[in-house]
């Protein structure tokens, strides 16, 4: 499968808990983007990464939230302490560099309910 | 500021009807990018096509076309003969130049096709 992939797919976590997400880019991509998603809603940009270096955070991302892309593949996002306002999809996205705006390629996202 | 607006929540056809899924956009950029994505049940989004703000060409994709109209700062998205398999939630978004990396994402119209 050569698509982007996220794990987990679901995750139920106590309000209070830390959680991790990661995301598999496309290969060959060396951008990669996090967004949230709530229900009836478009994706929330998060954060991007340019192969290794994180070069833009939203205001959104507050400081329970942190995002790592360390040998500038594979990405993972952190929720410490989690509250209900952070019941959400989180999706992974990925596109070439070169080309201005390139179509980016989503995952199937992870979807995270704080209980 | 930039803003996507679809102010269709929900469109509802019968199969093998015709239609529209309007998206109007704001930016102050001359230079920007149109995207649109169809989100099924699934919950990936699919990337469907993108537009550079110098090209004002329709484009046609099978049963897919795209009107683009700078006049009217609007980007509709036409199925033709739609099928069930068309159902899903349809995003348009919007990318300005010099912030390639971050999507501005209207609130989706829910597209359901009945048999």
């Known amino acids: 499968d050569t698509g982007v992939s996220q794990d987990p797919r679901h995750k139920i976590t106590k309000r209070g808990q830390n959680v991790t997400f990661r995301c598999d880019p496309i290969?060959?991509?060396?951008?990669l983007y996090w967004y949230r998603q709530t229900l009836g809603q478009g994706p929330e940009f998060l954060t991007y990464?340019?192969?290794?270096?994180?070069?833009?955070k939203s205001r959104l991302l507050s400081d329970r939230f942190s995002a790592e892309r360390p040998k500038g593949s594979f990405s993972t996002l952190e929720i410490q302490r989690t509250e209900q306002g952070d019941s959400a999809m989180y999706l992974c996205?990925?596109?070439?560099?070169?080309?201005?705006?390139?179509?980016?390629?989503f995952g199937q996202g992870t979807r995270l309910t704080v209980v | 500021a930039q803003k996507v607006t679809q102010a269709q929540t929900e469109i509802s056809v019968v199969e093998k009807e015709d239609v529209t899924l309007d998206c109007v956009y704001e930016?102050?950029?001359?230079?920007?990018?149109l995207f649109w994505y169809k989100q099924p049940p699934s919950g990936e989004l699919v990337f469907l096509i993108r537009?550079?703000?110098?090209d004002e060409q329709n484009e046609i994709s099978g049963r897919y076309s795209w009107n683009f109209q700078k006049s009217t700062s609007s980007f509709n998205f036409t199925i033709t003969a739609s099928q069930v398999v068309d159902s899903a939630v349809y995003f348009c978004?919007?990318?300005?130049?010099?912030?390639?990396?971050?999507?501005?994402w209207g609130a989706g119209t829910k597209l359901i096709i009945k048999p």
């Open positions: 996205a990925s596109s070439t560099a070169g080309q201005v705006n390139t179509e980016a390629f």
């Open positions: 290969s060959e991509h060396n951008r």
């Open positions: 990464f340019q192969n290794e270096a994180q070069l833009e």
């Open positions: 930016t102050r950029d001359t230079t920007y990018y």
């Open positions: 537009r550079n703000s110098f």
């Open positions: 978004a919007l990318s300005e130049g010099d912030s390639n990396y971050q999507l501005i």
